[in-house]
């Protein structure tokens, strides 16, 4: 008797993965699960705990603050030649983590990537967050921080004016556009939740404050149309914005004529190194978030992975810049070039350079792996790895390049002092501080948003399909 052979079916690549939020939510659920953690959940010791923490770095940084504006930045580690320090390096470590977020907003909006859905509200906080400790930095390293203004242009008796051709003032407009199209662009994508929260605080002070900030929206055909407009142009403006901020702060460098500078290849390098950067901070906050507020129906295995995704591809783009300028400190036949990468590799910061490697480089391709790319302990651990890694990649980048320039006689070498780790860890506890405060007064993720992701927001389209 003939055995009857069973065809194996071809299951769809669509079906294989995660799904972008988990079955069995429909649109009230997922309204009420996301407002009921501000509106209904109570502070716990371990919030309260952890906040302290957090706001005792932060005024840790305050106190150090303090103290330079008191006796100056001698009090710094920086000297000559290495007069950009700790407070250039911090700069662009936390501008590239600014960038991940208005990346995931605009860019995959654009793109129509439904799995941006339910990290897009966090991610855009940590943008703001990121570029408010990164504006610390320059503010403070003029020396004068109340004289900030005079870095924008502005009618004045003195005929004062910004030299418009140092990269530093690029920057100052860059980042300022940069964090105003950001903030603009966060506030407009929390309308339609401040309106829900609105209906559902039974405070009236609560539903008061909501209700301000929901600026009169009902949920109309006209409210969403416009809003949908208004997203998507500021989207379209942000796109631009991401790619060019760094670009600009590239350029800090790029244009000078200091070895391991003046290379064509920073913007393109320090864009990718960005992502990079932002998207391990994604996934150190995404974590522990959807652990502790039981996110884990919104945030899936989905999003943690194409994150992940994001961090090799960007990681291996970040490897061949660092072997483009390896090589081309070689083949350049340029002295001072070729004795950049000697120093590198065997001067007296060979064993920063030596973790950069390893800790950029060499740790991140587990994530070729797909047991690391699924597992929260292994991505988490990977992050905070490559997080130390782009820190790394700035303090080479500045500070050895600085430290043994064209003239012997000026070498020398820079020690960071307690103050400069006190501003420097000061600004991650601001930075935490401001995300703690986030997760509990306002919606983490977006409710407008997931609902899109439901079944039911699909049914007019298929409708008109079938007719």
Same mark, same amino acid.
């Given at each position: 008797?003939?055995?009857?052979?069973?065809?194996?079916?071809?299951?769809?690549?669509?079906?294989?993965?995660? /799904?972008?939020?988990?079955?069995?939510?429909?649109?009230?659920?997922?309204?009420?699960?996301?407002?009921?953690?501000?509106?209904?959940?109570?502070?716990?010791?371990?919030?309260?705990?952890?906040?302290?923490?957090?706001?005792?770095?932060?005024?840790?940084?305050?106190?150090?603050?303090?103290?330079?504006?008191?006796?100056?930045?001698?009090?710094?580690?920086?000297?000559?030649?290495?007069?950009?320090?700790?407070?250039?390096?911090?700069?662009?470590?936390?501008?590239?983590?600014?960038?991940?977020?208005?990346?995931?907003?605009?860019?995959?909006?654009?793109?129509?990537?439904?799995?941006?859905?339910?990290?897009?509200?966090?991610?855009?906080?940590?943008?703001?967050?990121?570029?408010?400790?990164?504006?610390?930095?320059?503010?403070?390293?003029?020396?004068?921080?109340?004289?900030?203004?005079?870095?924008?242009?502005?009618?004045?008796?003195?005929?004062?004016?910004?030299?418009?051709?140092?990269?530093?003032?690029?920057?100052?407009?860059?980042?300022?556009?940069?964090?105003?199209?950001?903030?603009?662009?966060?506030?407009?994508?929390?309308?339609?939740?401040?309106?829900?929260?609105?209906?559902?605080?039974?405070?009236?002070?609560?539903?008061?404050?909501?209700?301000? &900030?929901?600026?009169?929206?009902?949920?109309?055909?006209?409210?969403?149309?416009?809003?949908?407009?208004?997203?998507?142009?500021?989207?379209?403006?942000?796109? /631009? &914005?991401?790619?060019?901020?760094?670009?600009?702060?590239?350029?800090?460098?790029?244009?000078?004529?200091?070895?391991?500078?003046?290379?064509?290849?920073?913007?393109?390098?320090?864009?990718?190194?960005?992502?990079?950067?932002?998207?391990?901070?994604?996934?150190?906050?995404?974590?522990?978030?959807?652990?502790?507020?039981?996110?884990?129906?919104?945030?899936?295995?989905?999003?943690?992975?194409?994150?992940?995704?994001?961090?090799?591809?960007?990681?291996?783009?970040?490897?061949?810049?660092?072997?483009?300028?390896?090589?081309?400190?070689?083949?350049?036949?340029?002295?001072?070039?070729?004795?950049?990468?000697?120093?590198?590799?065997?001067?007296?910061?060979?064993?920063?350079?030596?973790?950069?490697?390893?800790?950029?480089?060499?740790?991140?391709?587990? !994530?070729?792996?797909?047991?690391?790319?699924?597992?929260?302990?292994?991505?988490?651990?990977?992050?905070?790895?490559?997080?130390?890694?782009?820190?790394?990649?700035?303090?080479?980048?500045?500070?050895?390049? !600085?430290?043994?320039?064209?003239?012997?006689?000026?070498?020398?070498?820079?020690? /960071?002092?307690?103050?400069?780790?006190?501003?420097?860890?000061?600004?991650?506890?601001?930075?935490?501080?401001?995300?703690?405060?986030?997760?509990?007064?306002?919606?983490?993720?977006?409710?407008?948003?997931?609902?899109?992701?439901?079944?039911?927001?699909?049914?007019?389209?298929?409708?008109?399909?079938?007719?």
């Amino acid at each position: 008797m003939a055995t009857q052979q069973q065809i194996p079916v071809e299951v769809p690549v669509e079906d294989q993965r995660a /799904p972008v939020i988990e079955p069995g939510h429909t649109f009230s659920t997922i309204g009420e699960k996301v407002s009921n953690i501000v509106l209904r959940r109570p502070v716990s010791l371990g919030w309260i705990f952890g906040f302290l923490v957090m706001f005792s770095l932060m005024n840790m940084m305050l106190f150090a603050l303090g103290v330079l504006f008191l006796k100056g930045t001698g009090i710094w580690g920086i000297t000559i030649p290495i007069g950009w320090g700790f407070a250039i390096i911090n700069f662009v470590w936390w501008i590239g983590i600014g960038h991940a977020g208005t990346l995931i907003s605009a860019i995959l909006c654009l793109l129509r990537q439904s799995w941006r859905n339910s990290i897009n509200r966090f991610a855009e906080a940590m943008t703001l967050f990121a570029v408010a400790c990164a504006g610390v930095f320059p503010l403070v390293h003029t020396g004068r921080p109340w004289l900030a203004y005079w870095m924008f242009p502005y009618p004045n008796t003195m005929n004062y004016w910004p030299q418009f051709r140092s990269p530093l003032i690029w920057d100052v407009f860059a980042v300022s556009t940069y964090f105003t199209i950001s903030l603009v662009f966060w506030f407009v994508g929390l309308i339609p939740d401040l309106a829900s929260m609105r209906d559902r605080a039974e405070h009236p002070l609560t539903r008061g404050i909501f209700g301000i &900030l929901a600026m009169g929206w009902r949920g109309s055909a006209r409210h969403w149309h416009r809003y949908e407009t208004a997203y998507l142009l500021l989207a379209g403006l942000a796109t /631009p &914005l991401v790619l060019s901020v760094h670009t600009v702060v590239s350029f800090d460098f790029a244009v000078s004529i200091v070895p391991g500078w003046h290379t064509t290849i920073f913007p393109p390098y320090f864009v990718a190194g960005a992502i990079y950067s932002g998207f391990a901070m994604v996934l150190c906050l995404a974590i522990p978030i959807r652990a502790i507020y039981g996110m884990e129906d919104f945030i899936t295995m989905r999003h943690l992975e194409n994150s992940g995704k994001v961090m090799l591809a960007t990681g291996l783009i970040v490897g061949y810049g660092y072997f483009i300028e390896a090589f081309m400190g070689w083949y350049s036949g340029n002295t001072f070039d070729s004795f950049l990468l000697w120093n590198r590799l065997h001067g007296p910061y060979a064993l920063w350079y030596w973790s950069l490697i390893a800790t950029n480089i060499v740790i991140p391709q587990l !994530l070729w792996l797909k047991k690391f790319r699924t597992s929260t302990f292994w991505l988490w651990i990977i992050s905070l790895i490559v997080l130390a890694g782009m820190w790394l990649e700035r303090f080479i980048i500045i500070v050895v390049s !600085l430290h043994r320039d064209f003239l012997n006689s000026s070498w020398g070498m820079f020690y /960071p002092t307690k103050w400069d780790w006190m501003t420097y860890i000061g600004t991650i506890g601001m930075f935490l501080t401001a995300m703690w405060l986030f997760v509990r007064i306002l919606p983490m993720v977006s409710i407008a948003e997931l609902r899109t992701l439901l079944p039911e927001a699909h049914v007019h389209e298929a409708e008109e399909v079938e007719r």
